[in-house]
């Protein structure tokens, strides 16, 4: 049996027995120690419910196995109550170990240069991202120092939190593959659930999918968790719900020029999703300071 595959973000990934190595690729040998620093940082709060990296080595590092199937996988696999208790499960506890702990600051207008800038990027492809640049402007001339989208407690996340980085057994779970960048692996909580919120809302995992019927099924399940989204976290209300869309509009901006080079119709389709994100929170944060 082949114990070797690749991974994602520029990497691959080997299993020898009860233990992973997930080696760089070209040019991505930053980018995977960068995310095995922030895994050990994890691993210090949350536990037995993050991966560990045993040995950090130049271009490479070990990992423990854990012997769980992702998140979307089990969707596919339980029924909707079940999916949705398990989830509820996993950010309650994100919560009380994790977010319920931020009191750093967030640079949310440096953020959104970032954004802007890496809408240039896709645009650098022959994209046309007018309207895109358009939408980020309009919610730029609303910063003050005092919207909604500003001001916020921030912390270390996972940054990564799609439904296939959380690896789930009958009784537990296991954080895989975090993203600490590009903001240092601390930001607000509200850039995990725009994670969660990609997962659910873009059906994003569904492509790994053939058979009509895991697709079929996975749908119903995001759909259910869609409908009760807000009954997943200890703590919601109105703006917690912008800041949440904020953060998963960006993330399909972050990811418009890689989704390109992989399937230029879904990087379209994010960037309309994006766009029409960007569009409702502006409406909404100017209802906001009036």
């Known amino acids: 049996m082949d114990n070797f595959r690749r991974g994602i973000s520029g990497s691959s990934i080997e299993f020898l027995g009860p233990i992973v190595r997930k080696s760089a ?12 620093k922030h895994l050990r940082q994890l691993h210090k709060i949350i536990g037995k419910n993050c991966a560990r990296p045993i040995e950090i080595k130049k271009d490479s590092y070990t990992m423990e196995y854990f012997p769980g199937i992702n998140l979307d996988v089990y969707c596919t696999m339980s029924t909707q109550q079940t999916a949705f208790f398990r989830l509820k499960e996993i950010t309650h506890l994100l919560w009380k170990k994790l977010y319920s702990k931020h009191k750093q600051s967030f640079d949310t207008l440096k ?20 309207k895109l640049n358009l939408a980020l402007l309009k919610l730029e001339s609303l910063f003050d120092g005092h919207t909604v989208l500003e001001n916020l407690n921030a912390g270390l996340i996972h940054g990564d939190l799609t ?15 975090s993203n600490p960048n590009p903001h240092n692996g601390v930001a607000p909580w509200t850039l995990d ?15 790994k999918y053939t058979g009509h019927r895991s697709r079929a099924g996975l749908k119903t399940t995001y759909n259910y968790l869609a409908d009760r989204f807000a009954r997943l976290f ?9 800041q ?8 399909y901006i972050r990811l418009l020029d890689y989704k390109y080079r992989l399937d230029s119709s879904l990087s379209r389709a994010y960037y309309q999703r994006a766009l029409r994100l960007l569009k409702k929170i502006t409406k909404s944060v100017k209802l906001l300071k009036k």
């Open 25 to 36: 690729e070209p040019g991505q040998r930053r980018r995977l120690m960068d995310q095995a």
């Open 111 to 130: 953020y959104l240069k970032y954004l802007k800038k890496r809408t240039q990027e896709y645009g650098a492809l022959g994209e046309d991202v007018s």
């Open 163 to 177: 439904f296939e980085n959380i690896m789930v057994t009958a009784d537990s779970f296991f954080l895989i593959d």
């Open 193 to 207: 659930v725009g994670k969660i919120r990609q997962s659910i809302f873009s059906l994003y995992e569904i492509t």
């Open 234 to 242: 200890p703590r919601w209300n109105e703006r917690i719900n912008l």
């Open 244 to 251: 949440s869309e904020f953060f998963e509009a960006s993330h």
